[in-house]
């Protein structure tokens, strides 16, 4: 019977013009579609699509059972016989249906689901959402950034695994979507390096957003020789690789933060750099210096005083969050800054450096208001007992930049307080 109902709505279609088709024709063709789907006519309603004399109404109509499709394989059994087809018709309905019309479709599928059922959904529709957008003519910047919006609004729901047990697990596929994200950006990233089309504002964006959800607060694998086998840190390597691609190196982009003059090519980005990117700009900071990811990029000349100045300032940044695994980012990048740091390298004006005052203060009201269980369970990683971390990196931070030698030679003299 729905498939009857079909085929006598696309036969009363066919003698009309493309511009003549109403929204009536529109509903109806859809909810026939739908029913076949419901009725288990699949190879019926994949023949109508795929019939030639159908090409106009499918391409005009067609987007609509998208929706119906994607529900029918998510809730499908895996083994079902029938997903080969709805794979089959999702391919078909991505290669004939209005792109345009498409993209807004799949973005309103991403956008539904919540909990458990986002990463099924994104890692569904990845695909063929990036098939969409390269086949659009106009706008396909701004439709690469507001896709990439729309997949990091749900991405940025999901709780970040902390442990390596629940990486494995991964049981919000949030590690799966960061894999599955660089794949769907490559090709942007490429054509944006071979100046095919302007999207390097929305990869920007996307970029640091990363930088800020997920990696901010995520637990990278210890000891160093499991790295490759932590996906997340892959996904970091990925996103400060896009940033170099797309003629951003991180030495510019870290060294260029916070400075009165700024160097960005986009206004836009300027402003959300004064506004949100203190985060992502810490995050970076303590992925190369600590992580070592793309270290190789630095300038060979900084000189270790330099970089534990340069570091203070994501150093405050990281001390003010709240969450452990943030904190202890913190601690890490402090402890990497001062272990490079020689004795009496300091000069005095580093007492001028806001965040020499304010790094001790942190940490000091940290420890203040953290439970000591808390500090001995949460931080064992740390090379140093946890409370000793805190404490040492404390009075040294504080010995660094309140006491001037008596040399005349205009540095501070590293106190070791171990």
Known sequence: MAVEELQSIIKRCQILEEQDFKEEDFGLFQLAGQRCLDEGHIDQ???????????????????????????????????DDKRKYYFLMLDLLVELCNPKELLLGLLELIEEPSGKQISPVILLLLRPLQTVIQKLRHNRAYSVGLALSTLWSQLSILPVPYTQGQMQADEYGLCQCCEALVEFTKPFVEEVTGAVFRCTYFLNCSCFKSLKCPLLTAQFLEPPEQADTDPLRRFAAEIIGFLSAIGYPFPKVIFNHGRKKKTWDYLEFEEEEDKQLSDSMASLAYLVFVQGISIDQLPMVLSPSYLLQFNMGHIEVLLQRTEESVLSKGLDLLENSLLRTEDSSLLHQCLEIKSFLTVPQAIYVTILFIPLEHLTNGLQAHSWSPFSIWYSFSQRALRQTSCKTQTGEGSLHVVNAE
């Open 45 to 79: 309603l994949f023949e109508i699509i795929q019939n030639e004399k159908n090409k106009v109404i499918v391409k005009n109509m067609g987007w609509n059972l998208v929706g119906p499709v994607v529900r029918c394989l998510l809730w499908n059994d895996k083994e």
